[in-house]
């Protein structure tokens, strides 16, 4: 794309327009697969949404360049939602009647607002490691799919990974563990559960809400300096991450003691502390950095290398950027699967539903597809959304991410029960009614 074609995107965006990047149109045709593309590339939240933008369209143009999904073409259009999610219900407003063969709001608001909508439009919602945590039970959320993790996994294996550090889960007994959280529906999501573990394990745990966008934390930080806690965990995103790291240096506060959700856990968080966020760790969604995949090597090679790349070739491979093509990958996988049931031709997004609750991505089919150490298996059902609850930890050495721990599986002994005792909370106050098994056939 010519300089001029770019800029003039970029100024559609910075609007709140849509802008597409589509390989044909910005309109599905009828021969089309059509994938709305909800971003962020302006705003607070802009260094965090980009990458993760150009890792999905970059891998929705790497699907074109190998053909399409079964020699269907792929189209997409991008709208710009600003993080905000009045902002995410008019792009969605504006796109579902385009043929959307999915939504992946990549916003907890915009999906506790989609959610509403998606059962009536009759189109699935990929949240990938975000979005609500009781979700993951099909019977209730038919239309939501958390794959690979929600927050109360990751919160819950967090709690594993501390409890190992310290000899185990009685050890913990006694500890204090602050949760720092983006005072918003994504940063609430893992109180539940932190809540039952403090319960069952002794440790006290404070909450520290931190006002969008996060830029001042002087006064949660001072809180951190009086209680001194034994570990603190971060929910943020965007420049949240880097200004509680840079009050972690300048309080005092061990950086290996800090440890991040998945989204305070990328190369934007950590590269303006530079040396001062060393010994910080994250949990990871499955993947971390992934710079010698080769998923990550074909789409240099098929994409970035004929000058076809969204975003810098100097990022894919990032965490973020990974992160986005993920999320495209289990988009696209979900039509393919529904292809095998309904015909290789376009799929609806009421097909393409049943797809994401059919995905059985083994290990063979992901080393097929070139995700071979980036990712576990993820296999669905109709009670099941997640697919995967497994995660590792990463910590920055001053330069990258390193993986620090082996995978963690998170305690379905005591997820599940809280996941459907919230979806029948939910069920009750919107008047559904849960799935028969016979719903599950079709």
Request: glycine residues 12%; aromatic residues 12%; charged residues 25%.
């Given at each position: 794309m010519k300089l001029k074609s770019l800029a003039l995107a970029a100024a559609l965006m910075a609007a709140g327009l849509t802008s597409s990047l589509t390989t044909t149109s910005a309109y599905a045709q009828a021969k089309e697969q059509f994938f709305p593309v909800l971003?962020?590339?302006?705003?607070?939240?802009?260094?965090?949404?980009?990458?993760?933008?150009?890792?999905?369209v970059?891998?929705?143009?790497?699907?074109?360049?190998?053909?399409?999904?079964?020699?269907?073409?792929?189209?997409?259009?991008?709208?710009?939602?600003?993080?905000?999610?009045?902002?995410?219900?008019?792009?969605?407003?504006?796109?579902?009647?385009?043929?959307?063969?999915?939504?992946?709001?990549?916003?907890?608001?915009?999906?506790?607002?989609?959610?509403?909508?998606?059962?009536?439009?009759?189109?699935?919602?990929?949240t990938a490691g975000y979005g609500r945590s009781e979700s993951q039970d099909g019977g209730v959320f038919k239309w939501n799919f958390p794959l690979m993790g929600t927050y109360?996994?990751?919160?819950?294996?967090?709690?594993?990974?501390?409890?190992?550090?310290?000899?185990?889960?009685?050890?913990?007994?006694?500890?204090?563990?602050?949760?720092?959280?983006?005072?918003?529906?994504?940063?609430k999501e893992p109180i539940p559960l932190l809540?039952?573990?403090?319960?069952?394990?002794?440790?006290?745990?404070?909450?520290?809400?931190?006002?969008?966008?996060?830029?001042?934390?002087?006064?949660?930080?001072?809180?951190?300096?009086?209680?001194?806690?034994?570990?603190?965990?971060?929910?943020?995103?965007?420049?949240?991450?880097?200004?509680?790291?840079?009050?972690?240096?300048?309080?005092?506060?061990?950086?290996?003691?800090?440890?991040?959700?998945?989204?305070?856990?990328?190369?934007?968080?950590?590269?303006?502390?530079?040396?001062g966020a060393k010994g910080y760790n994250a949990v990871t969604m499955q993947h971390g950095a992934e710079p010698n995949a080769t998923i990550v090597k074909d789409i240099i090679k098929l994409v970035h290398d004929k000058g076809q790349g969204t975003g810098p070739k100097d990022e894919v491979g990032q965490v973020l950027y990974v992160r986005g093509m993920i999320s495209a990958m289990m988009g696209v996988e979900g039509v393919k699967r529904?292809?095998?049931?309904?015909?290789?031709?376009?799929?609806?997004?009421?097909?393409?539903?049943?797809g994401l609750e059919n995905l059985a991505l083994d290990q063979k089919k992901l080393d097929g597809l070139g995700f071979a150490g980036v990712m576990r298996p993820v296999s669905t059902s109709c009670f099941d959304h997640v697919g995967a609850n497994w995660a590792r930890v990463h910590t920055w050495d001053g330069a990258k991410w390193n993986f620090t721990s082996d995978w963690l599986q998170a305690d379905e002994q005591i997820i599940k029960p809280m996941a459907r005792a919230a979806a029948d909370k939910y069920a009750g106050e919107k008047k559904l009614t849960r799935r028969d098994p016979s719903d599950c056939q079709g």
């Open positions: 971003v962020y590339r302006t705003g607070a939240y802009a260094p965090n949404g980009v990458p993760f933008a150009n890792g999905y970059d891998y929705l143009k790497y699907v074109n360049a190998k053909g399409g999904i079964n020699g269907v073409k792929v189209s997409y259009e991008e709208c710009e939602t600003g993080y905000a999610t009045d902002k995410g219900v008019e792009c969605y407003e504006r796109l579902k009647g385009k043929g959307a063969t999915v939504f992946q709001p990549l916003s907890t608001g915009i999906t506790f607002a989609l959610t509403e909508k998606a059962p009536n439009d009759k189109i699935p919602l990929i109360w996994i990751a919160a819950d294996v967090l709690t594993q990974h501390i409890a190992k550090k310290e000899g185990g889960l009685d050890k913990l007994k006694g500890k204090k563990i602050t949760l720092i959280y983006h005072d918003s529906p994504y940063g809540q039952e573990r403090a319960k069952l394990h002794g440790f006290e745990l404070n909450t520290l809400p931190v006002t969008h966008p996060g830029v001042e934390q002087k006064s949660t930080w001072l809180q951190i300096r009086q209680s001194r806690p034994d570990y603190v965990l971060l929910w943020g995103w965007g420049v949240m991450n880097s200004v509680a790291l840079k009050e972690a240096v300048a309080t005092g506060y061990p950086r290996e003691k800090m440890y991040g959700v998945w989204w305070a856990g990328a190369e934007p968080d950590v590269k303006d502390v530079g040396d529904a292809q095998e049931k309904y015909g290789k031709k376009v799929m609806t997004g009421e097909q393409v539903r049943w």
